[in-house]
């Protein structure tokens, strides 16, 4: 594929596919009209918001918040002692922005009712200078109603102007004199302001819900610490009138000083109750306590506890010594036992005088001693079958059961002595133990009683110094700078509100503007086309609404927009020169319909004729026939009857044109249902060629090749393919399409035209249009600026 190299001659300004910062503001400035009345509109509003808005005042207040450090000594003695040691400002600041605060203030200035009157068209707040106090005798503080009163005389008024969607007459009341309304009874009163200057002046009286007042008031209330490290709070409060706002500012720091004065007083109260309710335990304590000493040393029967323990463990210890004694009788004894029951021992000697504690058993062991001793002499000097050996034996046995049954008896009895000692002596060890186990109790009882007299004795103290409290409490916060302020009003400021309307009106239609400009997709200008198509731009055709019947713009001797624009387009079309030659057979093509082509084919032929030159219109498009309908030629034969019939000559399809002097036009005849067979003929390269012998231009109006296929076709009879683009219809998105034609050379000698451009819109071109507006607007009247915003 070869690329196009057609560009050599033709007049095209230098590719600039940015835009820059100055040409935003020539196509934000194109729009003057827009600012202007945007101006003038959002100006006229805000001066309109700012001659009825009411104006408000600031009033300031500075405090300062007490603390130990900066508080008297004995004030701080007082404060020390109720717990106000330390102090938080972020706490302060909460507890003074409060509702509850707020609302006593609201309630006793009675700021919920609000005094005003029009004038002009803005509502003045009267506040203490009204003539008229209005005094709810029965009514709820959520209640709100609105009434007109204007003062007829000394002594009456004339109450009307309800808003409580009732259709009420006026009334006269006295002043002084209740009245009954539906939400409530009243009481009308004079001031020192009830002047008879103020007769016939009417005043409108608001009563507001009173949560809405607080709400509004806490809403203008600004509290800020003036230093990190001071306890110093500036307090600034806006409403419409100063006064009642410097009031509220002085009333809320009295409100908040009462309250913490009684709840420092309530806090002294409740202390008094709690020290005297304590005061009376302690007591009955105190009473338990030495009733439990006295019961003590009654049990104790009036001994000492240390000298009874020695009593006790003398006791012990004789005890300890006698169970000592009898168990070792008693081993003894099981010693006896033992060896009397002990194998091979029967018929041996019984030891005796071994310290038996039982005589009776000492007794019994002499006596089988001895019997023993004579059966054995006996057994000596006989044998163990002598009868008085074997009665002595009978009689030994019987002596050494009852000895060993006397001995089990006096192991019994040891025993039970052993157990009664051991008794005896636990009694004393017991006693022993609950020596310390007393004394603990009496130091225990003895400690209690200490405690409960010095908790007495400090209750006391503490009862009097909250007594001394009581009297010498003091304000938590005192006002350093009284209320003050300006008597200008903060806003609304003229000057501002002025202003927004002028950024408003200017900002607004330029960022519609600026919308408009991102969202649009619509080819704009040559900047947009030479972006992206590399093909000849050979021109820039502005839009017109004034044309004849037939569509025809321009004129000869005619210097507006349209008709120089005509003038450049056919000078540029002899710069696309082939072989030193102007392009003879002109095409125009377009990608869809009504982009322009057969407007520009009639203009542009008119405009070459004033040129003296032979100029021919030929209409190829075959489907429609828009040029030959446009011309309103009563016609024979035309196009599609020489490309189907060879009989028909070129001069019965030739006829003359009203455009101008030098202008034919060949028809297009009757709509052929083979267009692209027609055009595929050799007839029409014979029409052209006969045509090019006869005419300096061959003026082809085509159709759009993105629809059928007949504009590629026509294209191998043009010398140049003039594209037409509808400035805004066609989508940017389509220009690599068009890239891709010039390209791929399936039009010959392709050029570009922008058709319909708005003069001065500044849409995407931002004014420029190619060729200088100087070609555009010279000799062109000017018009009024009344005829330029609204044609």
Not at 195 to 203: A, E, N, Q, V
Request: proline share 4%.
């Amino acid at each position: 594929m070869v690329k196009n190299k057609d560009t050599e001659g033709v007049v095209q300004e230098q590719r600039d596919p940015s835009l820059n910062v100055l040409d935003v503001l020539k196509y934000l400035l194109s729009y003057w009209p827009w600012f202007l009345a945007s101006i003038l509109l959002f100006g006229g509003y805000y001066l309109y918001d700012y001659s009825k808005t009411p104006f408000m005042y600031g009033q300031a207040q500075t405090v300062l918040i007490k603390t130990p450090a900066n508080t008297p000594a004995t004030a701080r003695f007082t404060r020390a002692s109720a717990g106000y040691n330390s102090v938080s400002v972020a706490s302060e600041t909460l507890q003074l922005r409060s509702k509850e605060l707020m609302r006593q203030a609201v309630e006793h200035l009675g700021a919920d009712i609000s005094y005003s009157h029009k004038v002009g068209l803005r509502v003045y707040e009267l506040y203490d200078k009204s003539p008229i106090k209005v005094k709810i005798l029965k009514g709820l503080p959520q209640d709100t109603w609105s009434l007109l009163i204007t003062p007829i005389s000394k002594d009456s008024v004339e109450i009307g102007g309800w808003k409580d969607n009732t259709d009420r007459a006026p009334v006269r009341l006295a002043i002084g004199q209740a009245f009954r309304t539906p939400l409530g009874e009243i009481q009308l009163d004079s001031t020192s302001h009830y002047l008879p200057g103020s007769f016939g002046k009417s005043i409108r009286v608001e009563k507001f819900a009173r949560e809405y007042m607080v709400n509004f008031f806490l809403s203008n209330l600004k509290i800020k610490q003036m230093e990190d490290d001071a306890f110093l709070l500036q307090m600034h409060l806006e409403d419409r009138s100063a006064r009642r706002a410097g009031d509220i500012l002085t009333e809320l720091i009295t409100v908040y000083n009462r309250t913490a004065l009684e709840d420092l007083n309530q806090t002294a109260v409740n202390t008094a109750d709690f020290i005297k309710n304590r005061l009376q335990i302690i007591e009955e304590e105190l009473y338990e306590v030495e009733t439990d000493i006295e019961k003590l040393k009654v049990n104790n029967q009036g001994v000492d506890v240390g000298t009874a323990g020695q009593l006790y463990v003398a006791e012990g210890r004789a005890f300890q010594t006698q169970r000592t004694q009898i168990e070792t009788d008693k081993r003894l004894v099981e010693m006896m036992r033992d060896y009397l029951t002990a194998d091979g021992k029967s018929k041996e000697l019984i030891p005796n005088n071994t310290g038996l504690v039982d005589a009776n058993v000492e007794g019994q062991i002499v006596e089988y001693n001895k019997a023993l001793l004579r059966r054995n002499r006996l057994e000596e000097g006989s044998s163990m079958a002598n009868p008085v050996v074997q009665e002595l034996d009978q009689g030994l046995d019987a002596m050494h059961t009852n000895i060993l049954r006397a001995i089990n008896n006096t192991l019994s009895g040891l025993q039970v002595k052993i157990n009664n000692v051991q008794r005896e002596e636990n009694q004393v060890k017991g006693q022993v133990m609950q020596i310390p186990g007393k004394q603990r109790m009496i130091l225990e009882v003895e400690r209690k009683q200490k405690v409960k007299e010095d908790l007495y004795l400090f209750l006391l103290n503490k009862r009097e110094e909250n007594a001394l409290n009581q009297a010498m409490t003091e304000d938590n916060i005192r006002i350093v700078d009284p209320a003050y302020g300006s008597e200008a009003p903060m806003y609304p400021s003229r000057l501002r509100k002025v202003g927004m309307g002028l950024a408003v009106g200017t900002v607004l239609p330029a960022v519609v503007l600026l919308l408009m400009l991102m969202l649009d997709t619509g080819v704009r200008s040559r900047q947009d086309i030479q972006k992206v198509v590399t093909a000849p731009f050979l021109g820039e055709l502005p839009m017109e609404k004034k044309y004849d019947d037939k569509g025809i713009a321009v004129s000869k001797t005619g210097r507006d927009p349209l008709t120089e624009a005509f003038r450049i387009l056919r000078t540029n079309i002899n710069f696309m020169a082939i072989n030193g030659a102007p392009p003879q057979v002109i095409t125009f093509s377009s990608f869809t319909i009504g982009a322009g082509k057969t407007f520009n084919v009639m203009n542009l032929s008119a405009t070459v004729s004033y040129l003296k030159k032979r100029v021919v219109m030929v209409d190829l498009d075959l489907r429609k026939g828009t040029l030959t309908r446009r011309m309103g030629i009563k016609f024979r034969k035309g196009v599609t009857h020489y490309l189907s019939d060879s009989s028909v000559k070129i001069d019965d399809v030739l006829y003359k044109s009203d455009l101008s002097e030098g202008v034919d036009c060949v028809p297009i005849g009757v709509l052929a249902p083979n267009p692209v067979e027609l055009l595929l003929s050799q007839r029409l390269d014979e029409l052209i060629g006969e045509l090019k012998l006869r005419y300096d231009y061959i003026i082809v109006d085509g159709v759009p090749v993105a629809i059928v296929a007949d504009g590629s076709i026509i294209s191998r009879i043009s010398d140049l393919t003039l594209f037409v683009i509808r400035a805004g219809k066609m989508d940017r998105r389509q220009l690599p399409e068009l890239e891709k034609l010039y390209q791929s050379n399936k039009l010959a000698r392709l050029g570009v035209v922008l058709n319909g451009v708005k003069l001065g819109s500044g849409a995407y071109g931002y004014g420029r249009y190619g060729y200088g507006n100087y070609g555009y607007s010279y000799g062109n009247e000017k018009k009024s600026i009344w005829k330029k915003i609204f044609g």
